[in-house]
C-alpha cells in the first residue's frame, strides 16, 4: 500500500472557486445511464445493494502505516482514535456511510460527503450525509459556498464551515475524473435491459392474444339474453367468462371448463392453435441469465447475487468467509479508507493541531475491520476436545464458544456443579446429596443372611467380631499313607 493510494480518491472542494465547484459537481452522461439502470434493474439493483450491504458492516478505524507492513495497524486509544469516532456521528452513523458510499461508488462512481454543521438549541453539532450530484450545487451567498436539496425544489445553503468532500473511484487513464464497474458493464446492462422488455412484451401478447380457437361454422349454440345483441354471441359469452375468471382466479368455477351441446360429429373439428411457445421463454430467459452472470463478473460480486441462485443470495446467512470477504468487499473498503484519509482525517488533525504522524513518523489513516462480516471458523468441537485433555484453560473454551469472561461460573456455582457431576458417581453420590440437600444420608442396613452377618461373626453389627479363623497350619513330616501299598488299578 502506497502513500499515493491514499490520497488520490478524494479532495476538499475550495469553496472560494465557484469556477472549479460548478465543474466538480456534475455528472457526464454514462453516470446518468448508470443511475437509470439502477432503478430499472431490479438485479443490479440488487447486486449493488448486497455488496452496499456487506459494507455497512464493516468499521471504521484509526490505524497507523508500518513500513513494509502488509496492512496499517489500529490505534485503538487517544486522540486520534477519536478524531474516527466523530465520523458519522457514532458507529450507527458511519455503518450508513458505508452503505450509502458503496452504491455511489459502484454505480457513478463518485459522491459528496458532507460534514454540515448545524445548532440544536444552544449545542453545536456535526450532520453526516452522502449526497449525488443532483444533491449538491454551488451556492449564490458569500457566507454559503454550496446548497444541498432537502426536497422537491427545495435547496438550503450550507454553512461557510461545513466540510464537502467528493469521494471517487479515480479513473485509469484521467485520475481527476470518476469511473466505477457500471460504466464498463453498461453494454451488458443494456443487453439486459433489451432481453426484460422482450420478454415483458411477449407476456403482454400472449395475454391479448394467447391463441387461435377454431369453432366449426354449422355448430350452434344456445344464445343467453345478454348475448343476443353481439355480433358473435357466442365468442361474447366465452370472453366474458374469461374475463371473469382471470378477476377472480380464486373461484373455483374459474378452473372449470365450459360445457358445450353440439353435435357428436362436430366435436373433433374444434382446434386451438397455439401462437407462442414456451421455447421461446426459456431461449429469452437463458441468454438473460448468461448476461446476469456477465455482469455479476463485472462487478464484482459473485453470480449467485446477480442469478438469485444459491443461499449467498439470502441476508439470513449474510456472514462470508474470509476469501470472499477479501475479494468482493475489502477493494471497496480499500477506496473508501482512501477517500476519507485525505478528504476527513488528515484536514481534521490539521484542524485540531495535531501531527498526521506517530511518533515513529508513520503516517495516521483511516482503516477497516471486517471482523463483523467475516464467518469465522466454528473451532467449538476441538476447543471442548482440548479443555477435556487439560491443554487450553476455561478462558479460551468460553472464547472459542464465543462466550465471555461474565459467563464464568463464580466459586459456589463452580461448586454445586462439580457436587451434581459427583451424583453420577457411586462413591461420592451420598456426599454430593447431603451437601447440595442438607439432608443426612443413613448407612445401609444389613442384608439378612448374609455370609458376613453371622452373630459374633464379621459383618453381624455386634461389635464383637473375633480374628477370621485361621487356616489349619501346614503339616510337616511324611505323610501318614507313606508305608500303604498303592491303590489297585480300578479299586
Not at 449538491?136 to 446548497?147: Q, V
Not at 464551515?161 to 443494456?190: G, M, N, Q
Not at 421455447?279 to 460480486?301: G, H, P, Q, S, Y
Amino acid at each position: 500500500m502506497t502513500n499515493d493510494a491514499l490520497t488520490a480518491a478524494a479532495k476538499i472542494l475550495d469553496p472560494n472557486s465557484v469556477g472549479a465547484t460548478k465543474y466538480d459537481i456534475q455528472y457526464e452522461s454514462w453516470q446518468e445511464e448508470a443511475w437509470s439502470f439502477y432503478r430499472a434493474e431490479g438485479e443490479f439493483w440488487y447486486g449493488v445493494s448486497w455488496l452496499a450491504q456487506a459494507l455497512s458492516r464493516v468499521k471504521l478505524i484509526a490505524a497507523v502505516e508500518v513500513p513494509g507492513g502488509d496492512e496499517p495497524e489500529p490505534v485503538e486509544d487517544g486522540a486520534v482514535a477519536d478524531v474516527i469516532g466523530q465520523l458519522g456521528g457514532g458507529p450507527g452513523g458511519q455503518a450508513a456511510i458505508m452503505k450509502a458510499l458503496g452504491i455511489h461508488l459502484q454505480v457513478p462512481g463518485k459522491a459528496w460527503l458532507i460534514g454540515e454543521d448545524i445548532t440544536v438549541g444552544s449545542q453545536h453539532m456535526r450532520k453526516w450525509s452522502t449526497r449525488s450530484a443532483k444533491e449538491i450545487k454551488a451556492g449564490t451567498r458569500r457566507d454559503s459556498p454550496y446548497e444541498v436539496l432537502i426536497d422537491e425544489g427545495r435547496w438550503q445553503p450550507l454553512s461557510q464551515d461545513s466540510l464537502v468532500v467528493p469521494i471517487w473511484d479515480p479513473d485509469p487513464e484521467y485520475a481527476f475524473k470518476a469511473t466505477s464497474p457500471t460504466r464498463a458493464a453498461l453494454a451488458c446492462l443494456r443487453k439486459i435491459d433489451l432481453y426484460n422488455r422482450t420478454i415483458v412484451s411477449k407476456l403482454v401478447s400472449r395475454l391479448a392474444l394467447n391463441g387461435l380457437l377454431f369453432v366449426p361454422s354449422e355448430a350452434s349454440f344456445p344464445v343467453k339474453q345478454e348475448y343476443k345483441d353481439s355480433p358473435d354471441p357466442f365468442v361474447a359469452e366465452l370472453v366474458d367468462i374469461a374475463a371473469k375468471a382471470i378477476k377472480n382466479p380464486g373461484d373455483a368455477r374459474s378452473a372449470l371448463p365450459l360445457p358445450l351441446r353440439v353435435k357428436s360429429e362436430l366435436i373433433e373439428k374444434f382446434r386451438y392453435l397455439k401462437i407462442f411457445e414456451a421455447d421461446e421463454f426459456r431461449e429469452l430467459i437463458d441468454a438473460r441469465d448468461k448476461e446476469l452472470t456477465r455482469l455479476a463478473n463485472m462487478m464484482n460480486v459473485p453470480a449467485e447475487v446477480m442469478t438469485g441462485m444459491g443461499d449467498v443470495n439470502h441476508w439470513t446467512a449474510w456472514q462470508l468467509s474470509e476469501d470472499a470477504a477479501r475479494i468482493h468487499v475489502a477493494p471497496l473498503a480499500e477506496l473508501i479508507c482512501s477517500g476519507l484519509t485525505s478528504g476527513f482525517m488528515q484536514p481534521t488533525l490539521v484542524a485540531e493541531n495535531m501531527s498526521l504522524t506517530d511518533a515513529g513518523g508513520n503516517r495516521y489513516v483511516v482503516w477497516y475491520d471486517m471482523s463483523d462480516l467475516v464467518a469465522k471458523p466454528d473451532h467449538s468441537q476441538q476447543a471442548k476436545d482440548a479443555y477435556d485433555r487439560l491443554e487450553i484453560s476455561g478462558e479460551q473454551l468460553r472464547t472459542s464458544l464465543s462466550f465471555d469472561e461474565a459467563d464464568a461460573p463464580t466459586p459456589d456455582q463452580l461448586k454445586q456443579q462439580i457436587l451434581l457431576k459427583a451424583l453420577d458417581v457411586p462413591a461420592l453420590s451420598a456426599i454430593a446429596f447431603q451437601e447440595l440437600t442438607g439432608i443426612e444420608v443413613p448407612a445401609p442396613a444389613p442384608v439378612a443372611g448374609a455370609p458376613n452377618a453371622e452373630p459374633g461373626g464379621p459383618g453381624d453389627g455386634s461389635g464383637s467380631e473375633g480374628p477370621p479363623p485361621s487356616e489349619p497350619a501346614p503339616a510337616t513330616g511324611p505323610p501318614p499313607t507313606q508305608d500303604e501299598p498303592p491303590p489297585t488299578p480300578g479299586g
